[in-house]
């Protein structure tokens, strides 16, 4: 399920709410007690919705369901039926007595049943259905319209069918049904399975009949009425032909074809990836509500058929779920991940094979800096996906850390592994139940690859991993040269180390060559030495994105002068000469950067994140790097002191120490970019440096250091400068482009700056020591 107005409420919440609580978990053991299903087991179900009435918001029908006890001695049967009143009940067709106390239904046979019985209970009810309180989910009323959505968010437990009619209401049970609905002859019914007719009930209404051949957990056979235009298509399947059905409002049938444009193209993707199709037919119905993967007959929201592809992500999320959730169904609540998790990878699986890799890379990059940011905000806490509180189960944890968690295990197998080992466990408990434990031991077995350390980390650990190369130590060997590498793991609000890691390690030569390998380590750090068939300029971890860890990385090659924005780096480069064309990435690990060796009581490195300069640089490459800080957001924690001033620190690799560089700041004391003007391969990190310690006196905009006027000048200004020590003076534009560098021995100093070559517009002027610190800044407008 995928409900958009539940996106928009986890943004909402999002700006409300920061807070972060670190939960831990560490087998499947504490699964969903499954209470109705351990004793009887529904076979088939026989759905009758007689009146559907849209005036009053109610349903009368009955349904029969043909039970067998799974233990001896039972003296009573227990269903689900909530909210509905029961008219009467009849076991093997004579009337029975019964309680409907809250949302159990208890019938009494009258006799005491045991394994080898089978019985028919019918229950007859009418009344005014349930809709969870979220208004997504239960059986709902919408205009001219009804439908049911199988679960809701906020109902505990979420499963609903028991909302429309009496039943065994959890993911495990799984029961063939006929579901009769009977409208006006002006509407349509839809709901799983295949129509089989179309009867005569009265001269003004008829009875849709449809009947599935694949067995379902309740929350997944669903009934929609409406006014519906019908388009009709057909898919041929490795497994032969799908019919296709499109139930839509008459206003937007014209809307069906852009929209599913690209339909049967995912279908075949879905097939070559996940096996046959495993329904009878692939079926989409409007409703007001949703989206909600009922099994061949998908509730899918108005706002989805716009005509446009803009939505396919969206329509082809539910269309997973016929593999992921209803050809295999969760076992419980806390496995929900291996549901929505896997739809929303599949989501980024469509895009890339209908639009190709870089653009599904985008798509789980953008979802992993949302995932690192947010999830831990909307979720109230650091969850591991397997084992989420119920009332987060349709939360981002589950769908968007799950989908990354899935990423990176399609990567740590590697793609064929990976999908033979998907296509063999969707066989093996195809129509059944699965919990994260069978995954996870089913594919250790079918691929050979032990997975417990990999679920340890991902699947049962809140938080995030983080991965990075210390440093790369080359020397010249018989063929080429031995590089040594040392990686380092970093951990985000989890405790545990991960073992067994895979990291790929891409080995760049000056000559734009690649050698990648792998490396597989355990615990806080790992090295290997490889053998690498030219001189490496560098050696850059998981370059091609494969893990998702707390870490956003982007790559570009300049070839051109000017402004390149790494987005999702929270850094920008500046290029101010460009003679060949430099490969440059840059990762922003959200994670500390590690401390310094020899420590500097004035200075606090962030707690919080530090980025990564990698490529393959040339002499005649020279640009500035802009990196972004935030008092009150991204470095709330790092200038706390009243005597605290915000720097930037740069060391080349693991093996130096951090030291302070001189920068530049463009925008205010609370928001804005260092700059620092020669970008050089390395870590970068803020640092809060603490003034009372005397060190450099960092201060900004003392105003006796630095006088400019007129302003605004036209042409001309007179700068005055009182420089503590020996000092410069750096003219920034606009777009932090260093204009001009001034400078300045001890003392007072006079003197006039024509802005004539470059033209009217906002300058900065900052004034620092030659060691870096800050005296005062001005802006200064040019007309
Ligand atoms: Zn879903």
Redesign the pocket.
Known sequence: ??SLKFIAFLTFFLLLHYAGTVYSQNSCSTATKIIYSDSLDAIHYDIHLEDINLTNKTIRGYTEVILTPKVNGLSSIKLELEQLIVDSVKVDQVIKSYSHEGNTLTVFPGSTLGISDTLAVRVYYHGTTFVDPSQCGGFQFSGNYAFNLGVGFNSIPHNLGKAWFPCIDDFRDRALYDVYITVPNSMKATSGGLLQDVTVNTSSARTWHWKTTYSLPTYLISASIGAYSLVTDTYNGIAGQVPITLYCRPTDSLKVEGTFQHLKNILGIYEDHFGPYPFERVGYTATAEG?M?HAANISYPYSGWDGTTSNEWWYA??LS?MWF?DKVTCASAEDMWL??GW??WCESLTLEFLYGKDVSTEYLRNKLKNVILNTHVTDDGYYPVYGIPQTITYGSTV?EKGAQVTHTLRNYLGDELFFNGIKAYLQHFAYQPASTCDLRDFLSSYTGVDLDDFFNAWVFSPGFLNFSVGYMQATPSASGYDVKVEVNQKLLETTEYANSNHLEITFLGKNWQQYTDTLIFSGKQGNKTFHVPFEPADAISDLHEKVSDAAIDRIFVIKNTGEIDFSGTYSKVLTNQVTDSVFVRITHNWVAPDAMKVANPAIRLSDARYWKVQGIFNPGFKANGKFFFSKSGLDKNLLTGPNDSIIILYRPDSRGDWMRVPFTRLGTSNIGYLIVDSLAKGEYTLAALDKSYGMAEPCINNKSRLKIYPNPAHEYCTIEVDAPDPSILTVVDSKGSILDKMPFRPGKHELTWSSSSRGPGVYYFHLSTLSGADLSSEKMIFN
């Open positions: 399920m995928k989206a993967e999320h539910e779920h959730g549901n929505e739809a929303v769908y």
